[in-house]
């Protein structure tokens, strides 16, 4: 582990320089041993791939008193292995092509049917790596190198939310309508943020996650929506179509 | 005891000092942009210094009161009307049942802090009533303020206590250029040191795209020998340097994790004064150490604290 520093209040640990089960285990387990110090020393975390940020409090402590704590939580992890396993969460979507708009293009480009690529999909179980970029925005991973896709060359202005999606060797569900880049092969009619549930999310960092095959009709009876999804490309070319009629 | 938004102005948010040990859900800091003139905004009404007050950018709030209580304004210059009669910042201020208050445009600086006696009563979302629009959260619900929304604030008992204010020589000053101390760190080694050189020499100057994520800065290209990093987590004041060369320095309200590569992180105290610039400010950066920092920290909250508001006579 590479202690480096990020900032007056901000050590950054880095684990390793690629991502794997093992590091993203590491990482959970000294989130989870730095715990007990947020909000007194520490003021923050912030678990990713292979990293975690450590904020803490400049005026309660400096760096080297952060670097100590840190080194004691390792001595810690190694002592205490009844670390908390994450939980599996199964996450419904519906892949229907009026709610995967790059689902024929992945297949296609994979060689594959877009049934083996929902077969494909589905049968893995990821892990959460990191939440960021968004609340509730779960950076899930590895997708089998099959269906592996690169991020569109022109990112769409609007992602719709509870868009399933796949960049590189990662997948994960929008949580809110926002823009992206990410290749979308589904619908995920659960809520990924709510600020008013608790817990707000479904999922955290060091979670698996499954995904489920589900009809058009048990996606509707789940409360996901459909209307906009089809017409919004429409509703975006007139416009685009407006602003360039000379 | 309400205040009632007539006009939002440009853009109004209530800030708190900002929302903490909520970043492994992807929810990212917010509070206030300049957080050294929104402590004294509150300390001007004998409120907790991280009170819930409102954070305005460049200015035009107009607000009525319906009830009787005391504010106070302080950060960038801007005209400050009760009932039409001109009245000063970094001061107590008396508004009555019916009053107006309205604040015209910044003149120096850009971001204006208004407190009231007691903080706003608001329900706070994730330990905090920091607003950040981008994920719908806190403020009175998860957006700007905007014309017609009441904010419950508390009664107050007696106007008649002597007023605060803070001594001229004691108040910030705006200008249109800062030098921003910089604490190395991050993927600094992939910076040559011929392009580090380029960097803390250099004069930048902030662009169009600047907001309360992030300041994107013009200038001299800054190379760095890797395009992009596994995604990882972004301090406050994260000067990321996408492959355009032009740095991006991280603000209140920065996504939480990135993968551009990340030159170091500009001081806090420092934060503050390039909050209160708009596009055309020019920046300069400065080099210190992790050590550094935190005595310079100290040595301010020190400073603060010795600093005393003084009574209106």
């Known amino acids: 582990m590479k202690i480096q520093v990020a900032g007056e209040n901000a050590l950054i640990l880095y684990f390793a320089q690629s991502v794997s089960d093992e590091v993203s285990q590491n990482i959970q387990d000294m989130t989870m041993a730095l715990q007990t110090f947020v909000g007194d020393l520490l003021i923050d975390l ?9 904020i803490f409090n400049p005026l309660r402590c400096d760096h ?13 992890r190694v002592n205490d292995q009844a670390c908390v396993k994450g939980s599996v969460i199964t996450l419904p979507a519906y892949y229907g092509l009026e709610a995967a708009p790059d689902l024929q293009d992945l297949a296609k480009n994979a060689g594959l049917s877009i049934r083996q690529v929902i077969e494909i999909h589905t049968a893995m179980e990821y892990r959460v790596y990191a939440i960021g970029f968004a609340p509730g925005f779960a950076y899930l991973g590895e997708v089998d190198a099959r269906i592996a896709a ?14 399933v999606a796949i960049a ?5 569900v929008y949580p809110a309508q926002s823009p992206g880049g990410w290749n979308l092969i589904g619908l995920c009619p659960q809520d990924m943020f709510n600020p008013n ?5 479904p999922v955290q960092v060091g979670d698996k996650v499954k995904f489920e095959s589900i009809s058009r009709d048990e996606f509707l009876s789940l409360g996901g929506q459909l209307s906009g999804q089809v017409n919004e490309p429409l509703i975006e070319m007139k416009q685009t179509g407006d602003a360039c009629a000379t | 005891m309400q205040l009632e938004i007539l006009s939002p102005g440009i853009l109004s948010l ?23 003139a929104f402590k004294w905004a509150n300390r001007l009404l004998n409120n907790d210094q991280h009170a819930t007050a ?9 607000l009525k009161s319906h009830g009787t209580t005391r504010v106070a304004i302080t950060g960038a210059n801007v005209s400050v009307k009760i009932n039409g009669q001109i009245c000063k910042q970094w001061q107590s201020l008396n508004l009555a049942l019916g009053d107006v208050l309205e604040l015209g445009y910044a003149t120096s600086g850009c971001r204006i802090y208004l407190a009231v006696s007691g903080g706003f009563k608001l329900q706070k979302q994730f330990c905090s009533n920091s607003t950040v629009v981008r994920e719908g959260v806190g403020g009175l619900n998860g957006s700007a303020l905007a014309a017609g929304d009441k904010l419950d604030c508390h009664a107050l008992i007696s106007q008649n206590d002597p007023h605060q204010l803070l001594a001229e020589k004691f108040q910030p000053t705006y200008g249109d250029a800062v030098t921003l101390r910089v604490i190395p760190g991050y993927q600094q080694a992939h910076f040559s040191a011929l392009e580090q050189n380029r960097f803390f020499q250099s004069e930048f100057k902030v662009s169009e795209l600047c907001d309360r994520m992030g300041y994107r800065l013009s200038g001299p290209t800054v190379a760095c020998d890797i395009d992009g990093i596994l995604s990882e987590g972004i301090c406050l004041g994260a000067i990321q340097v996408p492959k355009d060369g032009q740095p991006i320095i991280l603000m209140n309200d920065r996504q939480t994790i990135g993968g551009y590569p990340k030159l170091g992180s500009v001081l806090s105290l420092d934060l503050a004064r390039l909050a209160q610039l708009t596009s055309g400010g020019r920046v300069r950066f400065e080099a210190i150490t992790i050590d550094d920092a935190h005595n310079l920290l100290a040595l301010a909250q020190h400073k603060s604290e010795q600093t005393q508001t003084e009574e209106k006579v």
Do not use: C, N
């Open chain 1, 197 to 201: 549930a608790k817990p707000s999310m």
């Open chain 2, 54 to 62: 409102i954070e305005t950018t460049v200015g035009g709030i107009k």
């Open chain 1, 168 to 172: 590189d060797r990662q997948t994960a």
């Open chain 2, 14 to 36: 209530i800030q708190d000092a900002g929302r903490f040990g909520q970043h492994g859900i992807g929810l990212t800091s917010g509070g206030p942009m300049d957080p050294v």
């Open chain 1, 150 to 163: 690169p991020r569109l060359a022109t990112p769409r202005k609007k992602v719709p939310k509870g868009a």
């Open chain 1, 46 to 54: 912030v678990p990713s791939y292979a990293s975690l940020m450590v």
């Open chain 1, 64 to 76: 080297l008193k952060v670097r100590q704590l840190i080194r004691q939580a390792s001595t810690k």
